[in-house]
């Protein structure tokens, strides 16, 4: 499953080509000679999302010979859709040949873009970085000149520059009015969140009156806090109060003097938090640290945060160095599966409770000490067959999925949750990863027999594939005259970008631990109060951050002078705290179970269907 880091770099990215759209000129002859037919439809499928339809006609259209605009024209749209689809080796491609033709220093900057954009996504960062870089000495038109810089400043972090980060964010700031201002926003955060003190420092110093200097010195206070240094912390926030004292930054400030609050905060009982906050998943760790932030600041839980990385061995060490503190009573860490394990019995074997983050499988038979609160595959399963079955009374089920570990294990899981319930699952068939010959593999479920009574013969298909190639095998679905099943799907559609595919994913229904547009008070609450902090929306990981800090400061609430051993057999019995939480209660095998939502897609937005 891909980080969800690498997907909202991918929604940047689609935003950066929308914008591209907006400053296309339109075709040298269109004035004299008005467009073919065949371009304007294309182009008005392109404006509709409708990228598919689009590209099939700018095909048909470079076939008729076209004159050089027009037919440059369309090989950038041509592009610009296979980048939007995730094929940007086809992209990358395109870019390169119109390179090769094209006489218009306009399109030949934006292909130039084009092609650095392509090697990014490709990871061929350092190539990027050389055109990139190349590209910016150009006389670039302000939007493109934003997209340029922002995508530079997006492979310093990948490169763990933070110093060369900042100097371009800077450069990126005077641009932002002609760009995307939330892709300058969440590059803001991300890099000041992986600022270390002296990093912060140094910029403070350096920079004393740039647009960023006040959110250098609130970063800076909040890492101080966290590490223990209030006195520290306080000096900043003064600095930032007097220096920039009408700025949003020292507004907020205020809420992050340590304030004389009775309870957990004054125990000396500590929670350690092992987030990856450098490395592939440092978005991920990111948001997570987010939510686990602001419940500490709402319950008075003292923190500690610590970069685990992405590496086992790192995980492993931080764990017994934290560990190795007796005002530590318990860590808390969303780990990848790979450093899961090595964290888990680490902290088994040092004998501090452990509540892991993630989908690592069988994580808690490590030990007794070992918990898990994390939105896992079962989870996801049993919500949709318990509403869909149960609610519904679907009884017939069918799994098209993707030949790959990601599509096996949901499959699989699919397949044994329906052996528990009262519904059959009457066909189970793959395809290549990828989504290729998924309308050969449909035809099969056209075979499928009616069930006894009049029963249906299929009542819903389930998908466990991303949007692009869900929508592909709904299309086939559709084609195949199956018109009357329902889809499902898994929370990988959770995502912005799946809204391109809207029309053909119309009603499909998955299930998700967070809706930010959940109508219900608590979590109405909770959004205000992290867009308030952090001028952001939340997104499921936040929201398990904060609803897993919450749960730790409800056991720590009343007795906060418990041993290790005895705040675990707390933590195993604990309820569902009050106010916003995702957190009912662990089962036997100390596996949380969640308040899980059944999400679907009805005019182009997600909706909460339960």
Not at 2 to 25: E, G, M, Q
Not at 155 to 161: M, Y
Not at 594 to 603: Q, S
Request: proline share 6%; charged share 20%; with cysteine.
């Amino acid at each position: 499953m891909k980080s969800r880091s690498l997907k909202y770099i991918f929604i940047l990215l689609i935003l950066s080509v929308l914008a591209s759209v907006r400053s296309l000129p339109a075709p040298a002859q269109t004035k004299a000679t008005g467009i073919p037919p065949l371009l304007q439809e294309a182009d008005n499928l392109y404006r509709n999302h409708r990228y598919a339809e689009a590209r099939q006609r700018y095909e048909q259209f470079l076939q008729t010979s076209p004159p050089a605009p027009q037919g440059q024209h369309a090989w950038l749209r041509l592009a610009e859709i296979y980048g939007i689809q995730g094929d940007w080796g086809q992209a990358k491609s395109r870019y390169e040949k119109l390179l090769a033709v094209t006489t218009d220093s306009d399109m030949a900057l934006k292909a130039r873009y084009g092609v650095g954009q392509a090697n990014y996504k490709l990871g061929n960062h350092l190539e990027a970085e050389r055109i990139l870089e190349n590209l910016s000495a150009s006389r670039l038109p302000g939007d493109l000149r934003f997209r340029t810089t922002a995508l530079l400043t997006e492979l310093s972090l990948q490169f763990g520059n933070i110093p060369q980060a900042f100097t371009r964010l800077l450069l990126l700031e005077k641009d932002v009015l002609l760009g995307e201002e939330e892709w300058f926003e969440d590059l803001k955060v991300r890099l000041l969140s992986r600022a270390t003190s002296p990093d912060l420092e140094k910029f403070a110093d350096l920079y004393r009156d740039t647009p960023l200097t006040p959110a250098v010195l609130l970063q800076l206070a909040k890492v101080e806090l966290q590490a223990g240094n209030p006195e520290k912390a306080g000096a900043v926030i003064r600095t930032l109060r007097e220096r920039f004292p009408q700025s949003p930054e020292a507004r907020r400030a205020a809420q992050l003097a340590p304030a004389d609050r009775p309870g957990v905060a004054q125990s000396g009982a500590v929670v350690g938090c092992l987030l990856p906050l450098s490395g592939e998943h440092a978005d991920v760790g990111t948001q997570v640290k987010n939510g686990l932030e602001l419940a500490a600041s709402q319950t008075g839980v003292a923190f500690i945060v610590q970069d685990c990385g992405d590496t086992p061995q790192q995980a492993a060490a931080l764990v017994e160095e934290l560990a190795s503190h007796p005002q530590v009573k318990v860590l808390v860490g969303f780990f990848p599966s790979a450093a899961a394990e090595a964290a888990a019995t680490a902290a088994q074997r040092a004998g501090i409770p452990l509540l892991a983050l993630t989908q690592k499988k069988n994580i808690t038979e490590i030990g007794p000490l070992i918990f898990r609160d994390f939105f896992t595959h079962r989870l996801m399963v049993q919500a949709l067959l318990d509403y869909t079955a149960n609610t519904l009374g679907w009884q017939r089920y069918a799994v098209v999925y993707p030949d790959s570990r990601y599509g096996q294990a949901l499959a699989r899981q699919f397949s044994e949750a329906t052996a528990r319930k009262a519904a059959r699952l009457v066909a189970q068939v793959s395809y290549p990863a990828g989504g290729r010959d998924v309308a050969g593999v449909v035809q099969t479920l056209t075979q499928i027999s009616p069930g006894p009574d009049g029963v249906p013969a299929l009542d819903a298909v389930f998908i466990p594939d991303e949007a692009a190639v869900a929508a592909s095998v709904a299309q086939a679905i559709a084609s195949a005259g199956l018109n009357r099943v329902r889809l499902l799907g898994t929370n990988i559609l959770h995502f912005p970008e799946t809204l391109l595919y809207a029309d053909s994913l119309e009603g499909i229904l998955f299930s998700d631990g967070f809706l930010a547009t959940d109508p219900d008070p608590s979590v109405i609450a909770f959004v205000a109060d992290f867009r308030h902090r952090f001028q952001q929306t939340p997104g499921y990981l936040a929201a398990q951050g904060y609803s897993s800090m919450r749960l730790l400061a409800e056991t720590l609430k009343d007795f906060p002078g418990l041993g290790r051993t005895e705040f675990a057999q707390k933590l195993r019995h604990q309820t569902q705290p009050p106010g916003f939480s995702l957190f009912k209660v662990f089962n036997a095998d100390r596996e949380a179970e969640l308040a899980i939502k059944i999400v679907t897609i009805k005019g182009k937005a997600f909706h909460l269907e339960r």
